[in-house]
């Protein structure tokens, strides 16, 4: 990337409410991205968007090595097979007033997610962790706004955006023993935006959505800023690799803004010279 800027392109009119989670997964013929408090998942097609609707809150959705997809729902998890049937996990908790927010899988293949409350209170949210064999942990508690959550190519650094920190931080990874050794690896000025979701390319950089920021920024393995995806929208909210080469990135908004611009909601997406890492799929 090299310190390059780069502007993105809509790909679909504003189609959510509330755009998240781009993902790119070959089986599902490209792309899928969710409406978050709509409660779809979203396909792109050749010929538009088709829409799926699982529940209140679609708040991530990944693909399953079996078929279908895992998706966190308002109070927990749901599966769904290629034929589209969805069985809904037993809910983690009971309180209306927090929901899940975004997730992502290990590259043992457990899907994360974490949770927040609807008043974006501070510390009402945990990140949990769903096995293949359906079993959940809590792996991380007192966030607030969970985001972002994604691995190193080599698998043994996590990073991942609690919003409010204005952080970036990195985990050392393992399967025994998860993610540990919190750190802060990247801090964003408030006049940047407010970090949301992110991607990790073939090379190691880091790609951060930034909500009101209007902009996708990139940093170098070692933190250090290097370019810019720059969008026609202040709400920026997350991004993914794409394209037979992966080296398009897709990147989801919102128009949730007092005054959202005429794309805002609208998929977008950049040619980037460099490729992503392929999605790391769920195990059950």
Do not use: K
């Given at each position: 990337?090299?310190?390059r ?6 790909v679909t ?10 993902v ?18 979203l ?16 708040a ?11 998706i ?9 097979d ?7 996990l ?8 927090v ?10 293949g ?19 962790r769903l096995?293949?064999d359906?079993?959940?942990e ?16 080599d ?24 993610l ?17 979701g ?15 920021g ?17 969008l ?34 609208a ?10 890492l392929p999605?790391?799929?769920?195990g059950?």
């Amino acid at each position: 990337m090299t310190g390059r800027s780069v502007r993105a392109e809509a790909v679909t009119a504003p189609v959510t409410a509330h755009g998240e989670g781009p993902v790119w997964w070959p089986a599902w013929g490209g792309l899928r991205w969710v409406d978050m408090l709509v409660g779809d998942v979203l396909t792109l097609l050749a010929d538009g968007v088709r829409s799926t609707h699982v529940g209140e809150v679609a708040a991530a959705v990944r693909p399953r090595r079996c078929g279908g997809m895992v998706i966190a729902v308002e109070r927990g998890f749901a599966l769904a097979d290629d034929s589209g049937e969805i069985r809904v996990l037993p809910e983690l908790w009971s309180d209306p007033t927090v929901r899940m927010n975004e997730g992502a899988c290990d590259p043992d293949g457990r899907f994360y997610c974490g949770s927040m409350a609807y008043d974006a209170a501070p510390g009402r949210g945990s990140v949990y962790r769903l096995d293949a064999d359906g079993t959940v942990e809590v792996v991380l508690t007192g966030v607030t706004i969970s985001n972002g959550l994604a691995w190193s190519p080599d698998g043994t650094t996590a990073y991942y955006i609690d919003t409010p920190t204005r952080r970036v931080d990195a985990f050392d990874y393992d399967r025994e023993r998860g993610l540990h050794a919190r750190r802060p690896f990247v801090t964003l000025a408030e006049a940047q935006g407010r970090p949301d979701g992110l991607a990790v390319d073939a090379e190691g950089g880091l790609w951060v959505a930034m909500y009101g920021g209007g902009a996708v920024l990139r940093f170098r393995a070692d933190g250090a800023p290097d370019g810019r995806v720059d969008l026609p929208v202040r709400d920026v909210t997350a991004c993914a690799f794409g394209g037979p080469a992966l080296d398009q990135l897709y990147i989801s908004t919102s128009r949730y803004s007092a005054d959202p611009a005429p794309l805002s909601g609208a998929l977008f997406r950049a040619d980037v010279d460099v490729a992503g890492l392929p999605t790391l799929p769920f195990g059950g």
